[in-house]
C-alpha cells in the first residue's frame, strides 16, 4: 500500500504520479497503472458532472463518488478534494466533514485549496490524524476572484506563493500540489520545502505531477489546457461506438441471433 510516508520518502528519489479519479471504472484503470495517489478532485465537477467549474458540487456529492473510487482504489493512496465552502471556520464541525471522507468512504487523505488562512484548519486535521495536501497556484475553486483561469505567481507574487509554501508545509500538510505557476517558481517551491510538490502546469522540477483522468483519457469534447497531454481519444472512440450501435439496430444489424436466448 502507497502510504503518506511512502509518498514523502519519494521526494528526491522517484517522481510521484498523481491522477484523478471520479468513479469505480476510472479508478480501476488508476490503480491498474500502479499510480502512486488518486485524487478525487472536485474537477468531478467540470468533467463528469457537467457544470461549468467546480464551485457547484456538494460534499455529499464528492463523498458519494469517493466511495465509489476507494472500493476500486487497489495499493494507491486516495485523497478526497474538499470542495468549494466544505470549511468556513466551525473547526470541529469542518474536521468531522473533512474525517468522513476516511471514515465512511474509505480515503487516506483530503487536499484543500488555500494558503497562510489555512494553516488553523490544517493543524486540526493533522492533529486529528487526517493527512492534508495543500493546493497553492492556480485555485480553481477562486476562479471568480481570478475574473478567469489564469497563471499565479508571476512577478512579486512568487515570493508570496513561497512565503505560502512555508507556511502549510509548517502546518503539517505531507505533500503540496501547485497549479499554473512558472516553472521557475514550481522549481523553487520544490527546492524551499522537504514535502513532494505535486504539479499542475508547474514544470519539470516538481517532485510529481499530477493530471486530470478526462483530460488525459482525451473524454471530454473540448480544447485540452496547456498543462495537459492527450493519451487517448476516448470521447472520439466512444461517441464513433454509438453510431455504429445506432446504425446497427435502426438496419436490423443488432440483436444478432447470438445475443437472443431460446427456450432452454
Ligand atoms: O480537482 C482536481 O482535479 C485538482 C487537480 C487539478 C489537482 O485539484
Given at each position: 500500500?502507497?502510504?503518506?510516508?511512502?509518498?514523502?520518502?519519494?521526494?528526491?528519489?522517484?517522481?510521484?504520479?498523481?491522477?484523478?479519479?471520479?468513479?469505480?471504472?476510472?479508478?480501476?484503470?488508476?490503480?491498474?497503472?500502479?499510480?502512486?495517489?488518486?485524487?478525487?478532485?472536485?474537477?468531478?465537477?467540470?468533467?463528469?458532472?457537467?457544470?461549468?467549474?467546480?464551485?457547484?458540487?456538494?460534499?455529499?456529492?464528492?463523498?458519494?463518488?469517493?466511495?465509489?473510487?476507494?472500493?476500486?482504489?487497489?495499493?494507491?493512496?486516495?485523497?478526497?478534494?474538499l470542495?468549494?465552502?466544505?470549511?468556513?471556520?466551525?473547526?470541529?464541525?469542518?474536521v468531522?466533514?473533512?474525517?468522513?471522507?476516511?471514515?465512511?468512504?474509505?480515503?487516506?487523505?483530503v487536499?484543500?485549496?488555500?494558503?497562510?488562512?489555512?494553516?488553523?484548519?490544517?493543524?486540526?486535521l493533522v492533529?486529528?490524524?487526517?493527512?492534508?495536501?495543500?493546493?497553492?497556484?492556480?485555485?480553481?475553486?477562486?476562479?471568480?476572484?481570478?475574473?478567469?483561469?489564469?497563471?499565479?505567481?508571476?512577478?512579486?507574487?512568487?515570493?508570496?506563493?513561497?512565503?505560502?509554501?512555508?507556511?502549510?508545509?509548517?502546518?503539517?500538510?505531507?505533500?503540496?500540489?501547485?497549479?499554473?505557476?512558472?516553472?521557475?517558481?514550481?522549481?523553487?517551491?520544490?527546492?524551499?520545502?522537504?514535502?513532494?510538490?505535486?504539479?499542475?502546469?508547474?514544470?519539470?522540477?516538481?517532485?510529481?505531477?499530477?493530471?486530470?483522468?478526462?483530460?488525459?483519457?482525451?473524454?471530454?469534447d473540448?480544447?485540452?489546457?496547456?498543462?495537459?497531454?492527450?493519451?487517448?481519444?476516448?470521447?472520439?472512440?466512444?461517441?464513433?461506438?454509438?453510431?455504429?450501435?445506432?446504425?446497427?439496430?435502426?438496419?436490423?444489424?443488432?440483436?444478432?441471433?447470438?445475443?437472443?436466448?431460446?427456450?432452454?
Amino acid at each position: 500500500m502507497i502510504t503518506t510516508k511512502t509518498i514523502l520518502a519519494q521526494k528526491g528519489k522517484q517522481k510521484i504520479v498523481m491522477l484523478t479519479a471520479y468513479d469505480a471504472i476510472t479508478a480501476a484503470m488508476a490503480a491498474r497503472a500502479k499510480v502512486d495517489i488518486i485524487l478525487v478532485g472536485d474537477s468531478l465537477a467540470d468533467t463528469a458532472l457537467g457544470y461549468p467549474n467546480t464551485l457547484p458540487i456538494s460534499l455529499e456529492a464528492m463523498y458519494h463518488h469517493a466511495a465509489a473510487v476507494a472500493r476500486a482504489s487497489g495499493e494507491a493512496l486516495v485523497v478526497f478534494d474538499l470542495p468549494f465552502l466544505a470549511d468556513c471556520g466551525d473547526i470541529p464541525r469542518d474536521v468531522e466533514r473533512a474525517g468522513h471522507a476516511l471514515k465512511a468512504c474509505g480515503c487516506h487523505a483530503v487536499k484543500l485549496e488555500g494558503g497562510a488562512y489555512r494553516v488553523p484548519f490544517i493543524q486540526a486535521l493533522v492533529e486529528r490524524g487526517i493527512p492534508v495536501m495543500g493546493h497553492l497556484g492556480l485555485m480553481p475553486q477562486h476562479v471568480h476572484r481570478y475574473g478567469g483561469m489564469f497563471v499565479q505567481g508571476r512577478g512579486d507574487a512568487a515570493e508570496r506563493l513561497l512565503l505560502e509554501a512555508k507556511a502549510l508545509e509548517d502546518a503539517g500538510i505531507f505533500a503540496l500540489v501547485l497549479e499554473c505557476v512558472p516553472e521557475e517558481l514550481g522549481g523553487m517551491v520544490s527546492e524551499a520545502i522537504k514535502v513532494p510538490t505535486i504539479g499542475i502546469g508547474a514544470g519539470r522540477s516538481c517532485d510529481g505531477q499530477v493530471q486530470v483522468i478526462a483530460d488525459l483519457l482525451g473524454l471530454l469534447d473540448g480544447k485540452l489546457p496547456k498543462h495537459a497531454k492527450r493519451y487517448a481519444l476516448l470521447f472520439e472512440q466512444g461517441a464513433r461506438a454509438v453510431e455504429s450501435y445506432v446504425d446497427d439496430v435502426r438496419s436490423l444489424r443488432f440483436p444478432e441471433e447470438s445475443n437472443c436466448f431460446g427456450d432452454q
